[in-house]
Structure formats: structure tokens, C-alpha cells
């Protein structure tokens, strides 16, 4: 990777872990205007050392050497993980401390039906006018838009079905995905809706594509064009209830 590509990683990074909502944010919080921080990150103005320094002061577990040199890690705790086959951050709210995480104590997060909702494109683009069925509340979770109920078995055991998950949208599919992630997902099968949640990787047949893949290994990989993807959310958080008595 280039020393412009290490700092889109870190970028998506900071994003994913909640410290920003988008782009326009985060140039915000490192002071810079949105279309400032698109001229640098799309190598209109030349990178500087100030805007490297800026970006490792949001918290001091980045590793600066990484974005100069690609030598090491991203994170000076970055581990290896081989389930999703990227490099990821064991525990994130231990590593990034409370004052830049956007950690929400209070939030009221909405559980919906989605199968009375006619689907995940429609939750979305409807969410204001459709009425939830209750509301979930943890204490210390990152910014979350929604809940809903689990269907299916290829995330089983980590998820099954009847488990809730929480997600944040992702607006921007083509540049939002942080591989190795598990998303709930949209797909246009036909003309129908099909929703899904699977870990998301790279596929090897191109940048246009995205491999599904599931935790159940019953269930397996599939190759998906990203035209197809009608809808996508991050996975933030999930609730299994064991027993109802």
C-alpha cells in the first residue's frame, strides 16, 4: 500500500470504531474542511507531516511508522485474526479510550419487525415513518441506528435465530465496507429482496464483486456484484435471550 492508502485503512478504521460518523466528520475533527481532507486523501495537495500528526493524536495506540513506511501494524495492538482472515483489533474500547469513541450511554436504539417493514431498503429509506416495535438500551455502545431480530442459521453459533442485532447504515457501499466484518446485507435476487448477515471479504473476481461468507460452515461462500447490493449495515452489537422465564 501506498503511504495515501494506509491512511484511507486508518481513515475507515476510525470511522468503523464510532470516533466519526462519515468523511465530513472526521475532517471536521482533525480540522480540516470536507473538501480540504478529499484533496489530500485523493492526492490533489500534497500530504503532509501536519495532517499525520493530527490523525495519530486522536489516540496514541496508532502507529505512526506504519502510515510513514508500511513497516509493522496499523495499531500497536493490532492482532491477527483467522477467522476473518484481516488484521483487526481484539478488544477496540480498550484500546481507544472513552474520550474518542463516540460511545453513547443513554441511546434509545429501535427494535424493528423488518419482515413488516417489506425489507431492509425499505427500513431504511422509511425509517423516520415506521413505528418500532420497542426500544433497546445499553449502556456504553457505539452509535447505533437500529435493531432487529435474527432469521436463519449461516451465523450460527455466534448468531442464531431469534438473536437481536444492532447495525449502523452504511451510506456509502462502495467505499464503506471494512473487510472482514459482519454485515446485514440487501441483495436484489430477481427482483426480490433477499436480507442476509454474513462476514464480507474480498472477492477474487474484482473489485466490483464482494464474497459472502458464513459463520455456519454448512452454508457456503458466494460471489456477489456489488451492483446487486441494495442495502448494507455494520453489525455493532447482538442479544441472545436463553430463556423466557
Known sequence: M?????LKKLCKWLIY???AENDAELASKLGYTKSSFSQIMNEKVPLSDKFIDKICAVDQNINKVWIKTGKSVMLHSEIQNPMTDHLQVSEPAAIFNQKTISLVDNQKIPLYNIEATAGLVTLFNDSSEIKPI?????????KCDGAVYVSGDSMYPLLKSGDIIMYKQIHNIKDGIFWGEMYMISIDQDGDEMVTVKYIQKSDKGDKWIKLVSQNKHHG???VSLNKV???AL???SIRINSMS
Open 2 to 6: 501506498t503511504k495515501i492508502e494506509r
Open 17 to 19: 470504531i464510532g470516533y
Open 230 to 232: 441494495k442495502a448494507l
Open 221 to 223: 461462500d458466494r460471489d
Open 134 to 142: 420497542d426500544y433497546i438500551q445499553i449502556p456504553n455502545l457505539p
Open 235 to 237: 453489525i455493532k452489537a
